[in-house]
């Protein structure tokens, strides 16, 4: 019995030595074409990305994963149309849109009078006009108290025009617009932004950039790498995976041999019956 249980707590050493002097292999990245860290520009897929941020985070296991956010900004070109008799705004006033003819090259905006604050802003005159079977008229009262009727095309003021042709630019929205096209339809607005592409890479994934797949890793929460030679590192993912696989092997063996030589001893002190 002695021998058995000195016999498995030898296999226990032994295993529990290997566990403990092994070296787990590590992942890493042999000359990737990305080394970069928070802030830094970096050049994939035919484009500059910059590095835009780093973090860690715990998963449902508990467990730290790094992740990491790329960005790149680039210019597109953003386009309006105005509809013919439509209403934009433009320079905090409303205009209607007026395009004449069917070959027009050019459209004007017409400015659409607020008559309702024009008449609030007067004293002398009612708050509605007042319409009659010859025309629409605005009721104003002189200093005499004697109520007059004034056609409200001598009333209101002429509404601003402003023409613009195809090519002249205009001020919009806060920013310079170029009249693109006119047509009896509508005019067209073309002018150009700036948008951000963002990227979200993850610890030990692929992610595709342009038309180039790259494998990223991060090897602290500072440093992103990526690689192209994706085949290289699936062979030290196999490589991770088989050493664990392993070191669990050894583990369970380590557990089953102290528990065989426990219930070996126990069995030792059992009274014989005869």
Do not use: C, K
Not at 28 to 40: F, M, R, Y
């Amino acid at each position: 019995m002695a021998v058995f249980v000195a016999l498995f707590l030898a296999v226990a050493g032994v295993a529990g030595a290997l566990t403990a002097t092994a070296e787990s292999p590590e992942i890493a990245l042999e000359n990737p074409e990305v080394d970069a860290s928070v802030n830094d520009s970096i050049d994939v897929g035919g484009e500059t990305y910059v590095v835009a941020g780093i973090s860690e985070s715990e998963n449902d296991d508990g467990q730290t994963v790094i992740s990491g956010t790329l960005e790149r900004e680039f210019t597109a070109e953003t386009s309006e149309t105005w509809a013919n008799e439509s209403t934009v705004s433009v320079d905090d006033r409303e205009w209607r849109v007026s395009i004449p003819g069917e070959n027009a090259s050019q459209f004007t905006l017409v400015e659409v009078l607020d008559r309702q604050a024009i008449l609030e802003a007067d004293d002398d005159a009612e708050n509605e006009t007042v319409t009659l079977e010859d025309g629409e008229y605005v009721a104003v009262t002189d200093e005499n108290g004697d109520r007059t009727l004034v056609p409200v095309d001598e009333y209101f003021p002429a509404p601003e025009e402003r023409t613009h042709a195809e090519g002249e630019t205009l001020d919009y929205d806060g920013q310079t617009v170029t009249v693109d096209d006119v047509t009896s339809d509508g005019a067209v607005l073309v002018w150009e932004t700036t948008e951000t592409e963002t990227v979200e890479v993850a610890q030990q994934s692929t992610v595709t950039i342009g038309d180039t797949e790259y494998v990223a890793h991060f090897p602290d929460a500072s440093t992103l790498r990526m690689s192209t030679d994706i085949e290289a590192y699936e062979a030290q993912v196999t490589e991770v995976e088989r050493f664990n696989q392993y070191n669990s092997g050894l583990s369970r063996v380590i557990v089953l041999a102290i528990l065989s030589s426990i219930m070996l001893a126990g069995m030792a002190f059992i009274p014989s019956r005869y």
